[in-house]
């Protein structure tokens, strides 16, 4: 199946300093979805790529998909303490007879934020 | 709207039970999926079913089944269970199509002592 590997698996930084995540496949995507999981919580959808070079932006988080979307990542410009949690980028297996599939979880990129 | 809902939202139960998990999704999402998060495992698939019909199935071992009903609702029941089996057991529910994400449900916080 699909595999991403996403880096970097920790990232601590100072509220208001950047933080990227990136996530690589060894084969084409045929989209991207993000997932963001706050500690105690469930993952939530923050957003679907489909188009090759696609840039999304909200608010202070940018998403951009790899001209031959293999990759992507997510860019959060001057974290907040709100922004700590666990980033996820798992690709859809798809499943048969018109259902949606299902996320292959990885890691993820755990982001602490410190005040 | 309402979310995605799971009952109950935790459970104490013994080695050698079994337990039934139960997942209500939003109004129209037809497509609902299983998900045992452990810290060691991380989030791991465990089966999706669409239109009262399994779809597809991870790689856990026959004591998890599951079923969905003609109103999308989903139950998942875990037999014989191990200590292992100790986790947050999360459902996600999804329109069918491009551009839809997953919503997920608080989860289920299963401990077996």
């Known amino acids: 199946g699909q595999q991403v590997m996403q880096i970097p698996q920790y990232q601590h930084v100072q509220e208001g300093e950047d933080f990227t995540t990136y996530c690589n496949s060894s084969t084409t995507l045929s989209n991207i979805q993000w997932y963001k999981q706050r500690p105690g919580g469930h993952p939530v959808f923050l957003i679907q790529l489909v188009k090759s070079g696609e840039v999304k932006k909200q608010k202070r988080l940018t998403f951009q998909f790899g001209e031959a979307k293999k990759n992507s990542s997510l860019h959060i410009t001057a974290t907040q303490t709100t922004d700590v949690g666990t980033y996820f980028c798992p690709p859809i297996s798809p499943s048969y007879g018109g259902s949606q599939g299902n996320l292959i979880f990885g890691k993820g990129t755990k982001l602490s934020v410190k005040p | 709207k309402a979310g995605v809902t799971q009952t109950p939202r935790y459970l104490i139960k013994t080695r050698g039970q079994q337990v039934t998990l139960s997942c209500s999704p939003i109004s129209g999402h037809r497509s609902v999926s299983w998900y045992q998060q452990t810290p060691g495992q991380g989030l791991q698939f465990l089966f999706e079913?669409?239109?009262?019909?399994?779809?597809n199935k991870g790689n856990f071992p026959g004591r998890f089944s599951g079923r969905q009903f003609s109103n999308s609702r989903s139950e998942m029941n875990v037999s014989t269970l191990e200590l292992g089996d100790s986790a947050l057991y999360l459902c996600a529910s999804s329109l069918v199509g491009a551009g839809y994400g997953y919503t997920f449900g608080s989860g289920t916080r299963l401990t077996v002592v």
């Open positions: 079913y669409f239109s009262e019909t399994q779809r």
